[in-house]
């Protein structure tokens, strides 16, 4: 037996709450389009929602930035330089060098909060 879902979200954690949301208001270009002051900031991106929420205290160690997560959050960008250059803008360069894969070319980068985030720019066909 099988259940049916209507809709999929990702959401992050963070006890740095504000920094993480103007973080992402900055990367992305947009303002959350739901927002409960440092509570919960969901941003609707192109097929995927994106949500910021803090922990409650009585969960805050399950999410302190020492735990490394093993979730990236892959954004398909059309410019791989661009999207470079503006992470670089808001202070958080990516530490390494693009790399080619079969599928196009990306970067690893982090968000505040360590958590990584893979820019990826398709083959053109």
Excluded at 5 to 31: H, M, P, Q, R
């Amino acid at each position: 037996m099988s259940f049916q879902y209507t809709d999929a979200i990702a959401t992050i954690a963070s006890t740095n709450f504000e920094s993480l949301v103007s973080f992402y208001t900055k990367l992305l270009g947009e303002k959350p389009a739901s927002l409960i002051p440092n509570v919960y900031a969901e941003f609707d991106l192109a097929s995927l929602r994106l949500g910021i929420f803090k922990p409650k205290n009585s969960h805050e160690s399950e999410f302190e930035v020492s735990h490394k997560s093993k979730i990236s959050l892959c954004l398909e960008v059309s410019n791989l330089e661009d999207a470079i250059a503006h992470l670089t803008a808001l202070g958080y360069p990516p530490p390494g060098n693009i790399s080619i894969a079969n599928h196009g070319r990306e970067i690893y980068a982090y968000d505040p909060d360590g958590n990584r985030l893979i820019l990826h720019q398709a083959k053109e066909e």
